[in-house]
T-cell receptor
Framework: DAKTTQPPSMDCAEGRAANLPCNHS???????VYWYRQIHSQGPQYIIH???NNETNEMASLIITEDRKSSTLILPHATLRDTAVYYC??????????????FGTGTRLTIIP | EPEVTQTPSHQVTQMGQEVILRCVPI?????FYWYRQILGQKVEFLVS????????KSEIFDDQFSVERPDGSNFTLKIRSTKLEDSAMYFC????????????FGPGTRLTVT
């Protein structure tokens, strides 16, 4: 799975959009971009994933650049409950048995009142 | 909304003792996982389980660890002889299967080995 690079920390004002970047310059054609978050010491929570098109769900939007070398997770109206560590994970789905998620250190997002 | 549950939430055990951590995955899910997170460190993959057998395991998952799905609902992680370095949060996860690859995590069991 391709390596990802994320800023270690970010702040965002409550009510504003939080934009979390992820660099995955070595991503290959069959690799998806997944985003998870971990609030305090709780279990990681799935947010969204995409291959090449932008995606949106009830939690967030995922913008993937045309060359797929980077992506941005957008939380449109951040609340205090969105304070968490956000993980960008790139993984191939082509090999059965390659099931594991490899977590990096992520971005610690702090929402400021 | 269905969720993964884990028991106990906190387990304290003495070094050398056996522990069993329990998980109830989401009911229609077919793939099951254990991860752990030592305090202040990354979440690490331990093992994946499908069709009553291990499909992948990490270097951490040595002979001291075992997993089992003893009935249609529970998924357990056993550590035979705990060490101090096994102290961590242990997370169970599951996914439904097919072309759906999102894993859903439980709240974790904090294992403290003294």
């Amino acid at each position: 799975d391709a390596k990802t690079t994320q800023p270690p920390s970010m702040d965002c004002a409550e009510g504003r959009a939080a934009n979390l970047p992820c660099n995955h310059s070595t991503i290959s054609g069959n690799e998806y971009v997944y985003w998870y978050r971990q609030i305090h010491s709780q279990g990681p929570q799935y947010i969204i994933h995409g291959l090449k098109n932008n995606e949106t769900n009830e939690m967030a939007s995922l913008i993937i650049t045309e060359d797929r070398k980077s992506s941005t997770l957008i939380l449109p109206h951040a609340t205090l409950r969105d304070t968490a560590v956000y993980y960008c994970i790139v993984r191939s789905l082509s090999n059965f048995g390659n099931e594991k998620l490899t977590f990096g250190t992520g971005t610690r997002l702090t929402i400021i009142p | 909304e269905p969720e993964v549950t884990q028991t106990p939430s906190h387990q304290v055990t003495q070094m050398g003792q056996e522990v069993i951590l329990r998980c109830v995955p989401i009911s229609n899910h077919l793939y099951f996982y254990w991860y752990r997170q030592i305090l202040g460190q990354k979440v690490e993959f331990l093992v994946s389980f499908y069709n009553n057998e291990i499909s992948e395991k990490s270097e951490i998952f040595d002979d001291q660890f075992s997993v089992e799905r003893p009935d249609g609902s529970n998924f357990t992680l056993k550590i035979r002889s705990t060490k101090l370095e096994d102290s961590a949060m242990y997370f169970c996860a599951s996914r439904v299967g097919g072309t759906t690859y999102e894993q859903y995590f439980g709240p974790g069991t904090r294992l403290t080995v003294t």
